[in-house]
């Protein structure tokens, strides 16, 4: 029978003990190295705590400090206030003026009238009268035509107010029978609403009549 790894038994391994060091940054050490590398050798110095080095007050014993006293300034002077759109209303006021005066010049102008010389560049010649051979006309009565028109005109209104006439009459007599079926609709719909009992019907006697003889008594 094959033997197989997994089936051989282990051997048992013994755990090390332990070693407790203490704990160490070294962060002084790694910033000193980094200094010293960063820097040439000639300026590597050994670090030192920050001194505090207040300044010198200034003296103020000159006042001006070499600087010239100020000038005084000179006051405002009041100056009459005016605005622009007077003038350039008053140069256009002026320009308006000149052309309605213009135009008025032109219009008196207009009203004189004037005749423009005819030019004659030759002598007009007036034929002497010829006596035709035709007849005189005669007169003949005048006939127009508006004395026609205005009495076809008179026919024309007749015949369209009798028109009218016979439709207004037409439309009064469809308003008659229209109201006559409603109120035989309505006549008929209030005569459906009252209630009647209907009657109940007589039937015939379908018995016959009941014989008159005496029953038979059984023996």
Do not use: H, W
Request: with cysteine.
């Amino acid at each position: 029978m094959p033997t197989y790894k997994f089936f051989e038994a282990t051997k048992t391994q013994t755990a090390k003990e332990p070693k407790f060091e203490q704990f160490n940054l070294k962060t002084i050490e790694r910033s000193k190295s980094r200094t010293r590398k960063s820097l040439p050798v000639e300026d590597v110095v050994e670090l030192q705590p920050y001194v505090f080095k207040a300044a010198k007050m200034p003296d103020f014993s000159d006042t001006f400090n070499g600087v010239k006293p100020p000038s005084p300034k000179k006051l405002t002077s009041f100056v009459p206030f005016k605005l622009n759109t007077t003038d350039r209303g008053e140069g256009k006021q002026s320009k308006l003026d000149e052309v309605v005066q213009k135009e008025q010049e032109m219009a008196k102008e207009g009203a004189c009238f004037k005749a423009t010389p005819v030019k004659m560049n030759k002598a007009v010649v007036i034929p002497d009268r010829v006596r035709s051979d035709r007849k005189a006309t005669k007169a003949v009565n005048m006939r127009l035509v508006s004395n026609e028109r205005s009495m076809q005109r008179e026919l024309f209104d007749q015949s369209i107010k009798e028109k009218d006439k016979i439709q207004a009459e037409q439309k009064a007599q469809q308003e008659e029978e229209r109201l006559k079926l409603e109120e035989e609709e309505v006549r008929k719909i209030r005569a459906a609403s009252n209630f009647k009992a209907t009657p109940i019907k007589k039937y015939r006697n379908t018995l016959g009549q009941v014989a008159e003889k005496k029953l038979t008594v059984p023996v």
